[in-house]
C-alpha cells in the first residue's frame, strides 16, 4: 500500500504495457524521471521515461512473442516486489544476445519504490545466465 493505503495496480501495468506491447502507456505507470538500476548485466541503468521506453522498445523488437507472468508481488509502503516470468522467442539482438529462434522462459526479480501512485525507482535483476543457457549462448 502507498501512502494513501492503496495498492499500486500491478497486474494492469504488466497487461497494458508488457503484455500489449505498448511503451507509451509507461507514462500512466511511472514519474517522468523514473530511475532505473539496473542489475541485469547488459543492460545499462537510465533514467525517464524515454530511457525506459527505448529499453522496452528493445526488448519487443527483439522479442515480439514476449509475454509476462506476475508469479508473486508483495507491497508494503512504498515499496513493491515482483518474481516474474518472461517467455519468448528472440528474432533480434538484446543485451548482447543474438536472434536463435529457441523459446525462452526466465526470471525478473523486481523491487519499486512508489511515490504519489507512480514508480519512481526500479531494481531489476533478470536471470541472463539462465537465458544464454537456454539459447545455447553460455
Avoid at 500500500?1 to 497494458?16: L, Q, S, T
Avoid at 535483476?125 to 544464454?132: F, H, I
Amino acid at each position: 500500500m502507498d501512502a494513501n493505503g492503496e495498492a499500486f495496480p500491478y497486474h494492469e501495468y504488466v497487461d497494458e504495457v508488457w503484455n500489449a506491447h505498448d511503451p507509451s502507456a509507461l507514462g500512466k505507470f511511472f514519474s517522468p524521471d523514473v530511475v532505473v538500476h539496473s542489475l541485469t548485466p547488459g543492460i545499462d541503468p537510465g533514467t525517464g521515461l524515454y530511457y525506459l521506453k527505448d529499453l522496452a522498445q528493445s526488448l519487443f523488437d527483439a522479442f515480439p512473442d514476449v509475454h509476462f507472468v506476475v508469479e508473486e508481488l508483495i507491497q508494503l509502503g512504498d515499496r513493491l516486489a515482483v518474481r516474474a516470468t518472461l517467455e519468448g522467442t528472440p528474432e533480434g539482438e538484446f543485451a548482447g544476445i543474438s536472434a536463435t529462434g529457441k523459446r525462452m522462459k526466465v526470471y525478473d526479480f523486481v523491487m519499486y519504490r512508489i511515490s504519489d501512485g507512480k514508480i519512481t525507482e526500479v531494481w531489476s535483476l533478470v536471470d541472463m545466465q539462465g537465458l544464454r543457457d537456454q539459447l545455447g549462448e553460455s
